[in-house]
């Protein structure tokens, strides 16, 4: 079964740290590139950051230096450590993968509160 399945969402204050984990089946994992999403209410999806197979990463502008994406290929698990968080990075965050293939599948989200 094909599937994604994001955790470690939560209610944080400004400045804190949440460290988010994506759960994936084989098949969508191994050998392929892997991104996390995020999407505001009333608001389109956003790229956060992506991560090759062989570990190569890119970063929005306004993560870069507090969020990092990273793989842990013998779990099939995607991460994303959040570190400095701000309210405006408040949003139901989203795993994605594979990358560049079709058909490219989507979690259910988790959803980030960062309180002010």
């Known amino acids: 079964q094909v599937q994604l399945v994001e955790s470690g969402g939560g209610l944080v204050q400004a400045g804190g740290s949440l460290r988010l984990s994506c759960a994936a089946s084989?098949?969508?994992?191994?050998?392929?590139?892997m991104a996390w999403y995020r999407q505001v209410s009333g608001k389109q999806r956003e790229l956060v950051a992506t991560?090759?197979?062989?570990?190569?990463?890119s970063y929005i502008d306004s993560v870069k230096g507090r969020f990092t994406i990273s793989r842990d290929s013998a779990k099939n698990t995607l991460y994303l450590q959040m570190n400095s968080l701000k309210p405006e990075d408040t949003a139901v965050y989203y795993c994605?993968?594979?990358?560049?293939?079709?058909?490219?599948?989507w979690g259910r989200g988790t959803q980030v509160t960062v309180s002010s």
């Open positions: 084989g098949s969508i994992f191994s050998g392929n590139g």
């Open positions: 991560i090759t197979s062989r570990g190569f990463t």
């Open positions: 994605r993968g594979p990358l560049g293939v079709v058909p490219s599948y």
